[in-house]
T-cell receptor, first 112, second 113 residues
Framework: GEDVEQSLFLSVREGDSSVINCTYT??????LYWYKQEPGAGLQLLTY?????DMKQDQRLTVLLNKKDKHLSLRIADTQTGDSAIYFC????????????FGTGTRLKVLA | ETGVTQSPTHLIKTRGQQVTLRCSSQ?????VSWYQQALGQGPQFIFQ???????GRGNFPPRFSGLQFPNYSSELNVNALELDDSALYLC????????????FGQGTRLTVV
């Protein structure tokens, strides 16, 4: 089945690291993504990781993938107030249709 | 800016009416997908178009239909609107050979009253 779960809220202090977690159920997922959504806006692609990788780093962002546990995390170093947003985890399968299965989103609040 | 533009940005319709939402894909992208995002939820896949044909559909009734044009732009049509159709409708475009790189538009906020 296709299901992606995330915790609903996370609150951190400015300058601290944030870790947003996600679990997925479909072991045939080929790519896993993190998107950011600010109020009233569309989705901004932050980063993605291929399922045969276990880590990807991109500036302040680090993605960790534990394929055995079907667990994905996004770490944001030196979190800033501008990082306050909803973060969505998504998976896709290369099945001819590149559809994404999204989680319900984690609302990150950064306290100054 | 992703280069994916949607229109209109906001829309209010009455239950039972029909609506058409539009999407212009990013240059070079020939695949368009539509998603429905209800308040407080993640986006749900409606369908995808490639080469002007539907290429995959999510769990949405037939009153949700779409079109893709030769210039790869797309429309989402919803007939017989229901209150539960109120949502943010997102369009995503991607190059066919790199389905990993889907870029989303800003969305159309549809309110059904």
């Amino acid at each position: 089945g296709e299901d992606v779960e995330q915790s609903l809220f996370l609150s951190v202090r400015e300058g601290d690291s944030s870790v947003i977690n996600c679990t997925y159920t479909d072991s045939s997922s080929t790519y896993l993504y993190w998107y950011k959504q600010e109020p009233g806006a569309g989705l901004q692609l932050l980063t993605y990781i291929f399922s045969n990788m276990d880590m990807k780093q991109d500036q302040r962002l680090t993605v960790l993938l534990n394929k055995k546990d079907k667990h994905l995390s996004l770490r944001i170093a030196d979190t800033q107030t501008g990082d306050s947003a909803i973060y969505f985890c998504a998976e896709s399968m290369n099945s001819g249709t590149y559809k994404y299965i999204f989680g319900t989103g984690t609302r990150l609040k950064v306290l100054a | 800016e992703t280069g994916v533009t949607q229109s209109p940005t906001h829309l209010i319709k009455t239950r039972g009416q029909q609506v058409t939402l539009r999407c212009s894909s990013q240059s070079g992208h020939n695949t368009v997908s539509w998603y429905q995002q209800a308040l407080g939820q993640g986006p749900q896949f409606i369908f995808q178009y490639y080469r002007e044909e539907e290429n995959g559909r999510g769990n949405f009734p037939p009153r949700f239909s779409g079109l893709q044009f030769p210039n790869y732009s797309s429309e989402l049509n919803v007939n017989a609107l229901e209150l539960d159709d109120s949502a943010l409708y997102l369009c995503a475009s991607s190059p066919r050979d790199r389905g990993t790189e889907a870029f989303f538009g800003q969305g159309t906020r549809l309110t059904v009253v």
